[in-house]
């Protein structure tokens, strides 16, 4: 068993968002996409409301589709847990763009706090490692942050760090919910105004 977490997972996620230009951001399912939120909402975060376990594959198809532009997949634990396929997937397509931050508390947040396997030893990082990721680590203490941090938002990718973070519950932050107004802002801030008339 690993000690406990030290890292706060507002603080995580503020300090990879920190000074983030043009960066593309994808969030998971529930307490990813609040921490996101509570940051800054930004036209370039795509938000994941009820998509479980699809924030690693939206994140490649966007890296694939924009190759010069870095795409940051910020999940948890759990969403990862759910699309482990996905790591597979990614490692073979090879994103030189891609990076993915498991915010890893080890608890299913938004079920009832129900312990993830994470918290009986599954390494996330490892099973990227194997799979075949170029850029691997998991981040324990707050003297080891700045290196994941380093690696997400540069490292050649395909790139993945799990963050171990605190399951104390931070104050709901809730960005905008309408599916279709999402989409279109993030279209139109990636591509351009007139990317919104076109679907």
């Known amino acids: 068993m690993q000690a406990a977490a030290k890292l706060e997972r507002r603080d995580v996620v503020a300090r990879m968002l920190a000074d983030r230009g043009d960066l593309l951001v994808v969030s998971g399912l529930g307490s990813t996409t609040y921490d996101c939120a509570a940051v800054g ?3 370039l975060n795509f938000y994941l409301w009820g998509a479980m376990g699809s924030a690693a594959t939206v994140g490649l198809g966007l890296a694939l589709a924009q190759p010069k532009r870095r795409v ?3 999940t948890g634990d759990g969403e990862m847990l759910m699309g482990l396929g996905a790591l597979a997937t990614i490692a073979v397509k090879r994103p030189g763009n891609l990076a ?21 030893g599954v390494d996330l990082a490892g099973i990227a490692r194997t799979s075949g990721f170029l ?11 700045e290196g994941g941090v380093t690696i997400l938002r540069g490292a050649p990718g395909p790139a993945l760090v799990v963050l171990k973070v605190s399951c104390a519950r931070d104050r709901l932050v809730l960005p905008p919910w309408d599916g279709s107004f999402l989409k279109s802002r993030f279209r139109q801030a990636l591509l351009g105004a007139e ?3 076109r679907g």
């Not at 080890?106 to 129900?114: D, I």
């Not at 850029?135 to 942050?145: D, I, K, M, S």
């Open 41 to 43: 909402d930004h036209p």
């Open 100 to 120: 993915i931050a498991v915010i890893d508390n080890e608890h299913y947040g938004e079920t009832g706090m129900q312990r993830t396997h994470t918290g009986a």
């Open 72 to 74: 940051l997949v910020v």
């Open 135 to 145: 850029e691997t680590t998991t981040v324990r203490a707050q003297n080891e942050l």
């Open 195 to 197: 990317s919104a008339h």
